[in-house]
């Protein structure tokens, strides 16, 4: 039976890869109903802000696979990433990125890698909420939920069990960030307790990309939230002989995604000199996820056959363990002819059991919610004053009577009371104001106060409630506080 999936052709390289990918999964014989839809620029330019058509959306929520190339976004302006707005949409949360090394038929310095990435894909600094604030400072806020972590941090275990994975690696930035990454690597901790066969460590991103870059066979999964899963796997797949090798799978409860790992590559496109490889390793996840691991199985044979033939396309080639420079069409023409053979010196893939069932999408149970209250308020001031004892005059005329202002900072660093000449000041500065220990500030109070902030003259462009959670204090405190 035919299963329905639909396509996009993408930008840049998008179409050439996607077209050598179809036509393997054809020769290969994928029972497929392609629904082909258009995204990226060329919708944009049709009008269509978000990039993607209503029909196209009813495309995606009726056959639930989407097969995709990479689509270009502007940088530094411009319109969203559609990428991350059709994640976010279909609650695409896991991105699943794969990376293998090939030695010795594909150059790489590192000849053992077998590791996979397990991404959160809906949250961290990837909301997409950036404002700015003050003439010289914007900001980008980073999200990171308590069950949207569950669900990755489960994810990553349940997978890590079902494929035999012995470790997981948690990587995030928690000695900085302690409540956003803080969160994320606690969640770690916490439901780590529930996968006692399963191995787990933590890296701070830093040295875990290093570390990465240089001793890649020392991983088996790595969990990362949004950005570093975005960074590190670009890494590991470069390592492994190019960014152009692996394939990922985006996955929800309802829809799946899955793409190449990397984009565009306008640098090299129209050119038929791209490497098919990561879109049609997404194909093959693709294969496993509808049930054709057969299918699946004889493609990725017949393309670790032609990677020992020394079919390589430009990215991969080096004197040595190349034979033939072919292009994109070429290599899935040498594929083509190698469908139904196995490789020699590589492993042969076989898609086990563990694979051919979807993965249980990870229960979520949402806790009951901690006793809050508000204990205090940040307000954030665009101010062109000179010095903070001179703000810290106007914070305290606006100041209610029982709160009491206990600091102010540039840009984090507590400059009031006390501060250095030798800190760097901009214009975003904010003013903390906190009530004695047992008492709360109402929404009241803080109207009233910032009411009293305007008065003074003062350009308040936001604030931030100081809440504590079951006691336990929800926000950071100030740098040198
Ligand atoms: P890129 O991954 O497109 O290219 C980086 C480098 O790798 C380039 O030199 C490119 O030629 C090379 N490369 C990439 N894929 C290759 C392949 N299959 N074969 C051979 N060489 C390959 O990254 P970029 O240049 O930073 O981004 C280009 C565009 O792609 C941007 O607009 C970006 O937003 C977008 N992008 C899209 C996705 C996606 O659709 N999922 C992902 C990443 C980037």
Known sequence: MKIPITVAYGDGIGPEIMKATLRILEAAGAEL??????????????????????????SLRRTKVFLKSPITTPQGG????????????????????????????VATKHKKIDLVIVRENEEDLYAGIEHRQTDEVVQCLKLISRPGTERIVRYAFEYARRHGRKRVTCVTKDNIMKLTDGLFHKV????????????????????????????????????????????????????????????????GDEVAMFEAVHGSAPDIAGQNIANPSGLLNAAVLMLVHIGQPDV?????????????????????????????????????????????REPQHLPVTQFAAADLERQPHAKLVRRLPARKETVGVDVFVNWRGQTAEDLAVQLQRANLEHLKLTMITNRGVKVWPGGFPETFRTDHWRGRFTVPEGLAISHSDIVTLLGRVALEGLDFIKTENLCTFDGEPGFSLGQGQ
Request: proline share 4%; charged share 25%; with cysteine.
């Open 33 to 58: 109903e392609l629904e082909e839809i258009a995204i990226g620029k060329a919708v944009y330019e049709r009008g269509h802000s978000s990039g993607i058509e209503p029909s196209s959306w009813a």
């Open 78 to 105: 411009g319109f969203k990433s559609l990428n991350v707005t059709i994640r976010k949409t279909l609650g695409l949360y896991a991105n699943v990125r794969p990376c293998q090394s090939f030695a010795p038929f």
């Open 188 to 251: 770690f901790d916490e439901l780590g307790t529930e996968y006692p066969e399963i191995e787990k460590e933590h890296m701070i991103v830093d040295i875990g990309a290093a570390r990465l870059a240089e001793n890649p066979d020392k991983f088996d999964v790595i969990l990362a939230p949004n950005l570093y899963g975005d960074i590190l796997s670009d890494i590991a797949a470069e390592v492994t002989g190019s960014v152009g090798l692996a394939g990922s799978a985006n996955i």
């Open 296 to 340: 699946a199985a004889k493609i990725k044979n017949a393309w670790l056959v032609t990677l020992e033939e020394g079919h390589h396309t430009a990215d991969i080639f080096e004197d040595g363990s190349s034979q033939h420079k072919v292009g994109t069409q070429e290599f899935a023409d040498a594929l083509i002819a190698n469908l139904g």
